[in-house]
C-alpha cells in the first residue's frame, strides 16, 4: 500500500522530472484547481499504478511513478477536453489502460533502441487515438472554454497570464492559479528548472514575435508550453546544466514555433490539437543526435537516475573528478617499497614525444643520496639489483636479457631499452620494463605472471647513464613502441612528510610512490559482503534509533548497501581502496552520515597518510545561501565541497580510526560562504567497523554497531 | 693557532719488515666528537667511563634496513630484539620507528609491556618460559614462539586449565650448512621433528598456529645460509597449506646479521669481507615469492635484527688510567672501563680510537681494564698513537649486548647518556651506587656487630 501511494505521488512529481514527494503532493493538489481535470488525473493514476503493480511490472519503477504519469496527463486531458458524460467515464477508464500499455511498451522500446526516454508521446498517442475514435460518436461533446472567467487574471499582467497559462496548461489545468502553484513549487525544487521555465517562456515571446507579426494568444500558450518543457528537460533535468544550455534551449524554442506551425496544419484537418507533440520530438531528436557527437565533455547527458537538476549536475561534476581516471584494469607499482620518480611523463631526458607518458624508478637512501660511497660502480646505486615485479597478471610476450649492465656514466645506444620484459595485459594494454640488470630476469617468454610476482632486477642496461627502472605502458608487444597514457590504480605520494593516497594517477617526478601494503583489519572491516547485514544504534540531538543496512546487488552488477529506510550507497569495490560510488537517499539516514565520514579509505594503514575526496554539494545540508546560488547554476558551480581524510593514530583498545573534515565552500560572490563538519570512523582491531561519528550545525550524530560486543 | 701536542719519549726498535708501498703509518684520526658533541665536553657533564648512544644512528640503521627489506618484499616486520640492548630509550626509539618486540624471558615481556608494546606485537621467544610468563602472553595475544616438546604440553596444559587460545608458532632449527648449528633451540627440520611439532599444534584447537620461526645464528657471514633457510622454511610453510589448509600470517627469519664489528679470529677488517645487507636480503626474501600466495596474501616477514642495527650506534668513552711496559717490552695502556663493561670484547677485536690529539708515532699495544683480574684486557694488540694518564679514548661499536652483559663487578656500572637528534644528550641510565647495590642484601641481625 505504501509503495502504491508513492507511486501516485511520484507520477505527479515526473511529470516535472521531479524526485520529490512533497512536490507530488503540490502538483497534485494544483491539479484539483479544475476539480474534473484532478479527478480525472487521479483516477488515471490509480488504474496505471495499480494495473503496473498487477502485472508486476519492476517495483522500482512504479514507485518512481514511471508508468503513472502518462495515465495523469491522459485523464487530465480527457478532464479538459470533453463534457463530461458516463459514456465518456467509461471511455477514460478503457483508454488509460491503453494508454498504460502503449507507455509501458513505447518507454521499453525507446529504451532498446535508442536509448532514450519516453517523456509524454505515449500520452499523446493515446490521446490522438482517443480523438479520433470519438468522432465515431455523436453524443461525446467538446467542452467550452468560453465564458469561464479566471478572476486571477484580471490582476496580472497580460504576459504573466500566458506564463502562468503555460505552466498549468502542462497539467490541463484552466486557472491561472494552478499555474502560479506549479510555478512556486519548481521555485523550492529546482532554481535551475524555473529559471528554465522563465528563459523558455521569455525566448518564445521574443521568437515568436519574429516569426509572426500578429501572435494570438493561444499560439503563444501553446508554443510557451512546449518551449517551458523543452527548456526544462534540455536545461538541466535530462542534460547537465551549463552556459551552453542557454543555446540549447533557444535552438529547441526556435524549433518549438516551426513544428507548432508545422503540426497545426498538419492536424487541423483531423481535428488534432497539437499538445505536447513538438517538445516530444524536439526533445527526442536533439538529445538522440547529441549523443553522436566526437567529444561529450559538455552538454552532457544524463547518465545516472535523474534528480533536480542541481543535484544532477552536483553528482556529475563530483562523479567525473573521482572516477574519470578510473579504469578497468588495476595496474600498480612494478616495484617493491619506496621508490622516487626520478624522471616523470614528459620528462626532460628521454620521455618526450611518442614516449613522454613513462616514468624512471630510483631507490633514495637515508642520507638523501642515490648511491653510497661515491656512486662510482652500478653496485653503490640503492636500485641496483632491486626486485622489479609484475605491474599486473599476465604473459610475459617478450624477454632480453643478455645485455651487459654499463658502467656508471656510459650508455650503450646500439641496444637502448636494455634487458628488457614485455607482458602482455590482455585488453591490449602491455607494460615494459626496461634497462633490467643482466641475467635476472626470472621469467621466460610464454610465463603467466600474477600480478606482484618477483620478476628481475633493476640494472643499468641499454641508455641508462645509472641504474634506473623505466617503466611504459604500450599498446603493443613491440620493443620500444609509443607509449599508452594508463594510470596505476592506488598509490600512496610522498613529499618530505606528507604522504597522500592516490587514485588512478599518474606519479610525477622527485616524489616517492609506493604500493599500499594492505592492513587486514581495516580490510576486514570496510569489506561489505554481499548479503551480510548490520544493525547500528544510532544517535541525533538525543534522538535514538537503530537503523539496519544489507549489502545488495542489483541486476547491473552494481554493489549497494541499503538501508532500511530505503537509502542506497553504491560501492566500488577494490582489495586495496574503498569507494562509496554515490549515495541516494536521505540526508538523516546512517548511511548518509557513514557516508559522508568515509566516501573513500585506502585499505593500507600509514600513519601520516592523507587524502581528498569530493562530494556533491547536492549531500549538504541544506543552507539559504546554498538556494540562491543554485539561480547561477548554469554559469558554473557556485560552491564547492569536499572532504579531507586522514587516519588517526590508533587509541588506547588499539582501534584505529579515519578522520574526515568536510568543507563546503563558496566560489566567485558567494566567496564567504563556508560551512564545516567532521565525521570519524572507528575500526577496530578484529576488522569491525565500530562506531562512526558526524559532528554538523550543532548536531552529534554516532552510531554504534551493535553486532560487536564491547565489554 | 692550537699548542702544539705534547708527546712523551718514546724508544721504538727500528723495524723494517718487508717492503711494501704504503710504508708503516697507521691513521690515527682522533675522535673528539659524536654527532656533533665533543667527548671532552661528554665527559665533563657525566664523568667516564660513559657509554653513548646515537638517536640519529639508531633510526638511520634501522630506516635503511627497512628499506632494504622492503625494496624486496612488500610486507615486512622488524621486532626489536630486546637482548641486544634494552634500555627503555633505545627500545622506544625502535617502537617510534615501527618495530615491533621481541622477548626472550618474563623480565622482557615485562620491560616491554611496560613500555606501551602491546601483547600481539610482542614476539615471545626463548627457552625458558615460566607458567607465569606463558599465562600473561596467552591472554595478551603474544605471538608465543615455541621452543621445545616440553613447553608445547606446558602450553597446551595452560590453554585447556585456563580455557584459553593462544598464538603459536614453532621455531624450526636446520642444516644450513654453517657452523655452530643452533639445534637447541626449537625443533629440527631434518629429522621430521618440526612437521610433529605442528601437526600436535594443528589438531588442538586451543592452539592457533599463526607462523613459522627460525634463526640459524649470529653474527653470520655469508648470506646463502640465510637463503637455504628461507628455502627449508617456505617448504614447510607450503606444506601446511597442501596437508592442513592452513595459511600462516608470518614468517620469521630471526636476525644475525653481522655488524661492523671484528671477531678475534677474523683477520680482515669485518666491513671488508662481509656481504651487504642488500645480499643478506636478497638471500632472505627471494625464496618467499615461492610461497603458494601472491599478492597481498603473501606472509608477513618478520626480522628480528639485533646487532646489526644497533652495534655501531654505540660508543664507550673511557680515560687512561696509565702506562705500563710489560716485562716483554710490550706496551699497555690500563683503562677504566674492562670487560666488566665491555663484555663483547671477549670474541670482538673492538676498535679503540684516541678522543684527542696525539702525535704521529705509534706502537703495539695491550689495553686491560680496571679488575683486579687478570682476564680484563680489550686488546691483546692493537696500534695506539702514546697515550697519557687522563687522555681519553672511544671504543667503537659497542652498542650491542654490551648494557645488557655488562657486569657490576668489582666497580659499578656507568651512565649511558644518549644524543638526541637535536645534538641534546639526555641521560636513559643513571650510573649505579652504592645504595643501589646494597639494597636487596640482606644482613643478618647478628652479623652486623664486628670490631676489629
Redesign the interface.
Known amino acids: 500500500m505504501k509503495l502504491f501511494i508513492e507511486s501516485i505521488i511520484f507520477s505527479y512529481s515526473q511529470i516535472f522530472f521531479s524526485n520529490r514527494k512533497w512536490f507530488g503532493i503540490v502538483i497534485l493538489a494544483a491539479s484539483f484547481i479544475t476539480p474534473i481535470s484532478g479527478i480525472f488525473a487521479f483516477v488515471g493514476v490509480i488504474i496505471s499504478s495499480a494495473l503496473a503493480l498487477y502485472l508486476k511490472f519492476n517495483k522500482e519503477k512504479i514507485r518512481n511513478g514511471f508508468y503513472g504519469f502518462n495515465g495523469i496527463l491522459f485523464g487530465a486531458a480527457i478532464g479538459y477536453f470533453f463534457e463530461i458524460t458516463p459514456f465518456v467515464v467509461f471511455l477514460l477508464v478503457v483508454f488509460i489502460i491503453i494508454t498504460f500499455f502503449i507507455s509501458a511498451g513505447l518507454e521499453h522500446l525507446l529504451h532498446n533502441l535508442f536509448n532514450l526516454p519516453g517523456l509524454s508521446l505515449p500520452f499523446i498517442l493515446t490521446l490522438y487515438i482517443f480523438l479520433i475514435f470519438a468522432t465515431n460518436y455523436n453524443d461525446i461533446f467538446y467542452a467550452s472554454f468560453l465564458g469561464e472567467s479566471d478572476f486571477l487574471k484580471e490582476y496580472l499582467h497580460e504576459i504573466l497570464n500566458s506564463y502562468f497559462g503555460a505552466m498549468s496548461l502542462i497539467l490541463f489545468q484552466k486557472t491561472v492559479l494552478s499555474g502560479i502553484i506549479i510555478t512556486a513549487a519548481i521555485l523550492f525544487f529546482s532554481r535551475v528548472m524555473f529559471l528554465n521555465t522563465i528563459i523558455g517562456f521569455a525566448v518564445n515571446y521574443l521568437f515568436l514575435h519574429i516569426f509572426y507579426q500578429d501572435v494570438q494568444s493561444n499560439v503563444l500558450i501553446l508554443t510557451s508550453f512546449n518551449s517551458i518543457l523543452a527548456a526544462i528537460a534540455l536545461g538541466g533535468s535530462l542534460i547537465i546544466v551549463s552556459r551552453k544550455s542557454f543555446f540549447l534551449i533557444a535552438i529547441s524554442i526556435l524549433m518549438v514555433i516551426v513544428f507548432t506551425g508545422f503540426f497545426s496544419k498538419l492536424l487541423v484537418s483531423h481535428f488534432l490539437p497539437v499538445l505536447v507533440l513538438p517538445f516530444n520530438l524536439i526533445v527526442l531528436s536533439i538529445i538522440y543526435t547529441l549523443k553522436f557527437r566526437q567529444e561529450q565533455s559538455d552538454l552532457v547527458l544524463l547518465y545516472f537516475a535523474p534528480g533536480s537538476p542541481e543535484e544532477n549536475i552536483y553528482y556529475h561534476s563530483v562523479r567525473k573528478a573521482r572516477f574519470e581516471r578510473f579504469k578497468f584494469l588495476y595496474p600498480e607499482l612494478p616495484v617493491l617499497g619506496e621508490w622516487k620518480i626520478s624522471q616523470g611523463i614528459d620528462g626532460e631526458f628521454t620521455h618526450k614525444d611518442e614516449w613522454k607518458y613513462a616514468w624512471d624508478f630510483i631507490i633514495i637512501g637515508e642520507s638523501g643520496n642515490e648511491f653510497e660511497n661515491e656512486g662510482n660502480s652500478v653496485e653503490d646505486y640503492y636500485c641496483f639489483a632491486s626486485p622489479v615485479i609484475a605491474p599486473l597478471s599476465g604473459e610475459v610476450v617478450r624477454v632480453i636479457d643478455k645485455i651487459e649492465d654499463n658502467k656508471v656514466g656510459e650508455i650503450n645506444v646500439q641496444n637502448n631499452w636494455g634487458n628488457t620484459i614485455i607482458v602482455d595485459h590482455g585488453q591490449g594494454l602491455y607494460s615494459s620494463l626496461s634497462h633490467l640488470k643482466k641475467n635476472s630476469i626470472k621469467v621466460k617468454k610464454g610465463d603467466q605472471v600474477k600480478k606482484g610476482d618477483l620478476i628481475a632486477q633493476c640494472g643499468n642496461s641499454g641508455r641508462s647513464p645509472y641504474p634506473h627502472l623505466h617503466f611504459q605502458f604500450q599498446l603493443t608487444n613491440k620493443l620500444g613502441d609509443k607509449t599508452y597514457m594508463f594510470p596505476f590504480s592506488f598509490l600512496v605520494e610522498r613529499e618530505n612528510t606528507d604522504n597522500t593516497f592516490k587514485s588512478f594517477d599518474y606519479p610525477i617526478k622527485d616524489k616517492f610512490v609506493k604500493n599500499i601494503e594492505t592492513d587486514s583489519s581495516l580490510s576486514e572491516a570496510f569489506n561489505f559482503q554481499l548479503g551480510s547485514n548490520y544493525i547500528f544504534d544510532c544517535s541525533i540531538n538525543g534522538k535514538n534509533f537503530t537503523e539496519k543496512w544489507e549489502v545488495k546487488a542489483d541486476i547491473l552488477n552494481n554493489i549497494f548497501i541499503q538501508s532500511d529506510n530505503n537509502s542506497k550507497a553504491f560501492l566500488y569495490p577494490n582489495e586495496k581502496a574503498f569507494y562509496m560510488s554515490s549515495y541516494i537517499g536521505q540526508k538523516n539516514s546512517a548511511l548518509y552520515y557513514f557516508y559522508m565520514s568515509s566516501s573513500s579509505v585506502p585499505l593500507g594503514l600509514s600513519a601520516k597518510l592523507t587524502w581528498n575526496d569530493p562530494f556533491p554539494v547536492s549531500l549538504t545540508a541544506n543552507s539559504f545561501v546554498k538556494y540562491i546560488s543554485e539561480f547561477l547554476l548554469h554559469f558554473g558551480e557556485q560552491i564547492k565541497s569536499s572532504a579531507s581524510f586522514h587516519f588517526q593514530k590508533e587509541n588506547e583498545k588499539k582501534e584505529l580510526s579515519i578522520s574526515s573534515s568536510l568543507e563546503v565552500k563558496g566560489q566567485g560572490i558567494f566567496k564567504l560562504y563556508r560551512e564545516n563538519s567532521e565525521g570519524n570512523v572507528i575500526v577496530d582491531k578484529s576488522g569491525n567497523i565500530k562506531e562512526f561519528t558526524y559532528k554538523f550545525r550543532n548536531h552529534k550524530f554516532i552510531a554504534t554497531n551493535k553486532r560487536v560486543n564491547y565489554e | 693557532m692550537d699548542k702544539k701536542v705534547y708527546e712523551r719519549p718514546v724508544i721504538i726498535k727500528q723495524y723494517s719488515g718487508l717492503m711494501n708501498k704504503f710504508g708503516g703509518t697507521t691513521d690515527q684520526t682522533p675522535i673528539k666528537d659524536i654527532d656533533g658533541v665533543s667527548v671532552k665536553q661528554l665527559v665533563e657533564d657525566f664523568g667516564s667511563p660513559l657509554f653513548v648512544m646515537s638517536e640519529d644512528k639508531i633510526r ?1 640503521n634501522q ?2 634496513m627497512l ?1 632494504i ?7 615486512v616486520q622488524f621486532a626489536w630484539s630486546y637482548k641486544t640492548n634494552y634500555l627503555d630509550s633505545v627500545c622506544s626509539v625502535f617502537h617510534q620507528e615501527g618495530s615491533w618486540a621481541e622477548v626472550v624471558s618474563e623480565f622482557e615481556y615485562d620491560k616491554a609491556r611496560k613500555l606501551g608494546v ?1 601483547g ?1 606485537k610482542i614476539i615471545f621467544n626463548g627457552p625458558e618460559k615460566s607458567s607465569s610468563a606463558l599465562i600473561k602472553a596467552i591472554k595478551e595475544n603474544a605471538k608465543i614462539h615455541i621452543d621445545h616438546f616440553d613447553e608445547l604440553y606446558q602450553i597446551i596444559e595452560i590453554t585447556e586449565s585456563l580455557n584459553l587460545k593462544a598464538n603459536v608458532a614453532i621455531r624450526v632449527n636446520m642444516d644450513v650448512g654453517i657452523y655452530p648449528k643452533w639445534d637447541r633451540f626449537g625443533f629440527n627440520y631434518e629429522n621430521g621433528e618440526a612437521e610433529a611439532a605442528l601437526r600436535r599444534i594443528v589438531v588442538n584447537d586451543k592452539l592457533n598456529l599463526i607462523g613459522l620461526h627460525t634463526h640459524i645464528g649470529t653474527y653470520i657471514m655469508s648470506a646463502e645460509p640465510y637463503r637455504l633457510a628461507a628455502v627449508k622454511i617456505v617448504e614447510l610453510f607450503n606444506k601446511l597449506i597442501d596437508e592442513y589448509d592452513i595459511t600462516l600470517e608470518y614468517i620469521d627469519m630471526g636476525g644475525g646479521l653481522p655488524s661492523n664489528n671484528t671477531l678475534k679470529g677474523q683477520y680482515l677488517e669485518a666491513d671488508q669481507i662481509l656481504p651487504s645487507y ?1 645480499q643478506f636480503a ?1 638471500a632472505v ?2 625464496p618467499l ?1 615461492d610461497t603458494k600466495l ?3 596474501k ?1 606472509p608477513l616477514l618478520i626480522l628480528e635484527s639485533g646487532r646489526a642495527l644497533i652495534d655501531d650506534a654505540g660508543y664507550l668513552i673511557s680515560e687512561v688510567i696509565g702506562n705500563k711496559r710489560l716485562a716483554d717490552g710490550r706496551r699497555a695502556v690500563i683503562l677504566n672501563a674492562g670487560v666488566n663493561l665491555l663484555f663483547t670484547s671477549f670474541w670482538f677485536k673492538h676498535k679503540i680510537v684516541p678522543a684527542q690529539d696525539t702525535g704521529g708515532f705509534t706502537e703495539n699495544s695491550s689495553v686491560y681494564g680496571p679488575l683486579c683480574m687478570n682476564i680484563d684486557c680489550l686488546r691483546e694488540e692493537i696500534v695506539l698513537p702514546a697515550l697519557k694518564r687522563k687522555d681519553h679514548v672511544v671504543i667503537l661499536n659497542t652498542g650491542a649486548y654490551s648494557v645488557t652483559q655488562w657486569m657490576q663487578f668489582i666497580t659499578m656500572r656507568p651512565k649511558v647518556v644518549m644524543i638526541m637528534q637535536d645534538k641534546t644528550v639526555e641521560l636513559i641510565r643513571d650510573s649505579e651506587n652504592l645504595e643501589y647495590i646494597t639494597s636487596p642484601e640482606k644482613l643478618p641481625e647478628k652479623l652486623k656487630e664486628f670490631s676489629l
Request: no cysteine; proline share 9%; net charge positive.
Open positions: 638511520a630506516r635503511k628499506r627489506f622492503k625494496t624486496r618484499y612488500p610486507k602491546p600481539e642488500e636478497d626474501t627471494s615469492f601472491s599478492g597481498d603473501m
